[in-house]
């Protein structure tokens, strides 16, 4: 089992930025690609940022330029930080961590933190 713990949300003027923090815990062992998403009310989830073990990173067009995705694996933290918000980044953003154990993929979700970008 995997646990995700996310932080770092809040309200935020546009053009502001902000830090958001995934702590995991647990079977850390087996965790590999892990990634942010989210999800506005009435939308489906989106990825926002993938990032692997190794450092390779992937990212959604709309925050390309805007959002870095990083991982401390040392201490198991995932960031993602968010710089020239715009209202259309208000979601609930979910940590994901993809788990293989025993030749089978598993995959964890943090409760969200809700980031809101209003003026």
């Known amino acids: 089992q995997v646990k995700l713990v996310e932080s770092g949300g809040g309200l935020v003027q546009p053009g502001g930025s902000l830090r958001l923090s995934c702590a995991a815990s647990?079977?850390?062992?087996?965790?590999?690609?892990m990634g942010w998403y989210r999800q506005a009310p009435g939308n489906q989830r989106e990825l926002v940022a993938t990032?692997?073990?190794?450092?390779?990173?992937t990212y959604a067009d709309s925050v390309k330029g805007r959002f870095t995705i990083s991982r401390d694996n040392a201490k198991n933290l995932v960031y993602l930080q968010m710089n020239s918000l715009k209202p259309e980044d208000t979601a609930v953003y979910y940590c994901?961590?993809?788990?293989?154990?025993?030749?089978?993929?598993?995959?964890?979700w943090g409760q969200g933190t809700q980031v809101t970008v209003s003026s």
């Open positions: 994901k961590a993809d788990s293989l154990r025993a030749l089978r993929w598993y995959y964890y």
């Open positions: 647990g079977a850390i062992y087996t965790i590999n690609d």
């Open positions: 990032i692997s073990t190794g450092g390779s990173t």
